[in-house]
């Protein structure tokens, strides 16, 4: 009869076996499993597949790689998906800002507005630098409301990677949305600017010594040539986006140029009165952003040396199309590197 053992309260029998000298029960060793043939044990799991048919794998199931550059059709098609995230991201931005002040969106408005005061007070009340214009109030006002979309558009683009990092580390998405909606933010905002931007230059009209600024039906084209600058600034907000991402010292020198634009735009004089050399004229009178502030002040204004000339609408079109593609492919060719230290 087996021994039997005791074990946690409860007997449980003795496996038997041969003893030792010191009585000890030595159980015998199991049997080895025989060898299959080929001399190898076989894997449960089955052969693992190569990297190239793991990749095949993932690719058939919808994946692709982290921190590589998408093809440039898949980014667009990515990009267009997200249009609804790009426009409620902008807009949400526009209505956040200025939210912690007394008068809210109001400043939107007073901003610029201030800084046309101030701007006609020094240059077209003392200094009169709008000499060569029939109405230098409603001049200067238009220019320095439409220079700030720009101005604007610019600084805000070439922080938006910066300050949606975040995001960015995040949430997979074309990073190209975020410039893309910081614009429609400026542009947002430029909407109420306007309607002040059109009332004061029509009441500059009814001051002595000033040029009537009439109301006509060249104001519906307004929205044409601002929807052209918009395009225009997406794609600077392109450029410097991906510029100040890979060499955040360029934010630093990005203020400084957008102050030599201003006033190498005519914002608050007339190019043509004042620059008498006709190959620099040329060159200040059709670069893009002296463009788009005739094309905005022939649409107001009733100024005979800012008629509504179409070649100069075929060439805010053209800069808004090269800066536009140009820009976007350049911001493209980083994609992999936005996000990473």
């Given at each position: 009869m087996p021994a039997r053992t005791q074990s946690a309260g409860r007997e449980t029998p003795a496996v038997s076996g041969p003893a030792?000298?010191?009585?000890?029960?030595?159980?015998?060793?199991r049997p080895p499993l025989p060898a299959p043939v080929g001399g190898a044990l076989p894997d449960p799991l089955g052969p693992l597949a190569d990297a190239d048919e793991m990749r095949a794998i993932a690719q058939a199931s919808?994946?692709?790689?982290?921190?590589?550059?998408?093809?440039?059709?898949?980014?667009?098609?990515?990009?267009?998906?997200r249009r609804a995230f790009i426009r409620t991201l902008g807009s949400a931005k526009a209505y956040a800002r200025n939210q912690g002040s007394y008068l809210g969106q109001l400043w939107s408005v007073l901003n610029p507005l201030l800084n046309s005061l101030v701007y006609v007070f020094i240059f077209g009340i003392l200094i009169k630098t709008t000499r060569g214009t029939e109405n230098g109030i409603a001049f200067i006002v238009t220019g320095v409301f439409i220079y700030r979309f720009f101005d604007s558009s610019v600084t805000s683009g070439a922080n938006s990677l910066k300050n949606n990092m975040s995001l960015v580390r995040s949430v997979h998405f074309p990073r190209a949305a975020l410039p893309i909606s910081t614009t429609i933010t400026e542009l947002a905002t430029l909407g109420p600017a306007l309607v002040v931007m059109c009332v004061v230059s029509w009441l500059s009209g009814l001051l002595?010594?000033?040029?009537?600024?009439?109301?006509?039906?060249?104001?519906?084209?307004?929205?044409?040539?601002?929807?052209?600058?918009?395009?225009?600034?997406?794609?600077?907000?392109?450029?410097?986006?991906?510029?100040?991402?890979?060499?955040?010292?360029?934010?630093?020198?990005?203020?400084?140029?957008?102050?030599?634009?201003?006033?190498?735009?005519g914002v608050l004089f007339s190019v043509d009165h004042y620059i008498k050399n006709e190959a620099l004229a040329g060159v200040l009178t059709y670069q893009p952003v002296a463009v788009f502030l005739n094309m905005a002040r022939s649409t107001v204004l009733n100024e005979p040396t800012i008629p509504l000339d179409p070649v100069m609408w075929i060439v805010g079109a053209g800069w808004a199309l090269v800066a536009v593609v140009f820009g976007f492919l350049v911001f493209w060719r980083g994609e992999e590197r936005y996000g990473r230290d």
């Open positions: 030792d000298a010191e009585g000890v029960v030595v159980v015998p060793a919808g994946l692709r790689q982290m921190g590589v550059r998408p093809p440039l059709t898949e980014y667009v098609r990515a990009l267009w998906a002595p010594k000033q040029g009537d600024v009439p109301i006509t039906w060249r104001l519906l084209l307004l929205p044409v040539a601002v929807g052209l600058m918009w395009v225009f600034n997406t794609g600077c907000a392109f450029f410097v986006a991906r510029w100040v991402a890979i060499t955040p010292d360029l934010g630093n020198v990005i203020p400084f140029v957008l102050r030599f634009v201003f006033y190498a735009s």
